[in-house]
Each structure stands twice: as C-alpha cells, then as structure tokens.
C-alpha cells in the first residue's frame, strides 16, 4: 500500500451516513487515488421464485442492483463528492466477506476501507462475521473505520512485537513501521511505537518457589527495551514515541491509544483460520475488539489469502 492509488470502499447498506466512504474520499484527496464504491446483496427470495424463469429472475436482481446503485450515488452527493473519481459497483452475491477478496483478487485493490457498527444502547463496537472473516483473509490492508476523525498533528500508534526472533514477527514488524510512517507522512500525524509483553507466568512463580519473579520480569523488560531502541533508530523513529508495557495486548494497546488519543492504531494480523484460529486465538483480533479508533490491520509478507486459487 505506497500510495493507495485504488481504494475499495464496503458501503453499509443499513444507514445513510457512510464513514467508510468518507474516510476514502479523505484519504484519496492526499494521494490522488481512485475509489470504488462497493456493496455486494442477495436476497433468497428471489432465488426461490420458481414461478419465474432464469432470465425473470436475473431481470428482477438487476431492478435491485440498479436500484442500490441509485442509493450509493446519494450518499456521495451528499457527501459532496460527485466530482470525485469514484465508481459504483454492486453485485449479487450471497457471502460479503468472499465478495470483497473477490475484487481485490481480481483488481488488485491497495486497501480495502469498512465502517464498524455501534451498538446503540452499550455504545460499543460490534464486529460483524464480515469484519473477522476480511481480518483473517483479505489479502490487501484492512482500514477499519469508526468515529474518530483524523486532526492535523495526530497519532498514530504502531503494534510491533520486537522481541520476537521469529523471521514472520521481524519482516511484519517492518511492514508495520513503514505503513504507518508513510501514512503520518500522508495526514501530517506523529509515530508511536508500543511492544507488550507478558509478566511473570503464576504457575512457575507457585510451582518454583526459587524462582525470582522480579529478576525474570527485568529481564524481560530489558530486553524489549533493547529491541524497541534497535528498532526505533533503524526507522527513525524518536525512542521517546516507544513504549514497552508488560501486560496483554489488548489492554496495553488501548490504554496506550486512549492516553495518546491516537486517530489509528496499526497492528499485524497473521491470519489463522480454522481449528488453529479456533485453538490460538488471534491477537489482532482481541485487540480490534477494544479501541475506539480507527485500525489499519496488515498482513505479513507473501501472504496469500485461502480465497485465492
């Protein structure tokens, strides 16, 4: 994603504010890129009308694709953005998720951008089965959008894990850091790096009364201090925008977010599926589940998506 030239925006059909979309048009406005607006929609009972013919039933989804197209070029104009460079797409298709990868397989799409929903009563966010299944299997960059907006001078907080030896964790790692020094650059926003690790596991401090817990978290401490230092200088980066915590991710990283007032948090996401996502769980996803801001979430290096063929 160096210059998010082509932007695939997921229209949310159930409201008519698009923070999706007006996002994009805010992000294509800095690089010049190309958006589309995309939605995909099915509806069973048009598939069930035996009394029509094929060539009826095509008739009738085309009534309504044409009809959504009618809806989204509303909500561009009135988002003031009719002179954009902006296609509309909709298409007929009955899972969400693989109809996004399907366009980004094909077009090769530099970011896909998606609202979040909020629930009205807890006023937090809920993740639909589209935004994990696009987390763990979009190919491309994932923005998720929620109501932060983006000031001049803002934050942006970057996820590493630098102490991790693993060639995944380093090459992610440096993805991670590029992104969001290339997007500060873009909206005129500050770097801030966060690495968590975790304390002291409490069944060997119970099981091995010699063992020195203060020592061993010390220990720990200093060696991602030492990581993050070797890092932070190789990117740039001012050691006093790096922050090493011990505790979960999730917690970490949304405290940190919180403090910073951070408008976007970037981290990876390895993208587990089936019985070992089931087992490890996903970090990313813990994570995603917290903020209230918006996330950029990368994938590593030559990954490739198990929609693709």
């Given at each position: 994603m160096e210059t998010y030239q082509k932007i695939l925006v997921?229209?949310?059909?159930?409201?008519?504010?698009?923070?999706?979309?007006?996002?994009?048009?805010?992000?294509?406005?800095?690089?010049?890129?190309?958006?589309?607006?995309?939605?995909?929609?099915?509806?069973?009972?048009?598939?069930?009308?035996?009394?029509?013919s094929s060539d009826e039933r095509e008739s009738m989804r085309q009534i309504v694709i044409n009809d959504r197209m009618l809806w989204i070029d509303e909500r561009i104009k009135?988002?003031?953005?009719?002179?954009?460079?902006?296609?509309?797409?909709?298409?007929?298709?009955?899972?969400?998720?693989?109809?996004?990868?399907?366009?980004?397989l094909e077009h090769g799409y530099d970011v896909v951008i998606k609202g979040t929903h909020e629930h009205d009563k807890l006023k937090s966010v809920i993740f639909t089965p589209t935004d994990w299944h696009l987390l763990r299997k979009c190919p491309c960059p994932l923005l998720l959008v929620k109501d932060h907006s983006w000031p001049a001078n803002g934050n942006?907080?970057?996820?590493?894990?630098?102490?991790?030896?693993e060639d995944e964790h380093q090459s992610l790692n440096s993805i991670i850091t590029e992104e969001a020094k290339h997007l500060a650059d873009l909206i005129s926003a500050n770097v801030h790096l966060v690495n968590s690790f975790p304390g002291t596991p409490v069944n060997i401090a119970i099981e091995i009364p010699e063992f020195d817990a203060s020592q061993y978290n010390d220990t720990m401490l200093q060696h991602h201090q030492q990581s993050m230092l070797t890092h932070a200088e190789k990117y740039g980066i001012d050691t006093a925008n790096t922050y090493i915590k011990a505790g979960l991710p999730e917690d970490v990283i949304d405290e940190l977010s919180q403090e910073l007032d951070a408008e976007l948090v970037i981290l990876g996401t390895i993208g587990r599926t089936g019985l070992s996502a089931a087992l490890i769980g996903n970090t990313a996803e813990h994570v995603i589940d917290r903020l209230n801001c918006d996330v950029l979430a990368l994938k590593p290096a030559g990954y490739i998506s198990p929609l693709q063929s």
């Open positions: 997921v229209v949310d059909p159930t409201t008519e504010e698009q923070k999706a979309l007006s996002r994009a048009i805010e992000l294509a406005d800095k690089t010049q890129g190309k958006i589309t607006a995309f939605l995909s929609i099915f509806d069973f009972s048009y598939e069930m009308t035996t009394m029509l009135e988002l003031g953005a009719s002179e954009k460079d902006i296609d509309i797409k909709v298409i007929w298709h009955n899972r969400p998720f693989e109809a996004v990868i399907d366009q980004v942006i907080l970057a996820a590493v894990n630098v102490g991790s030896d």
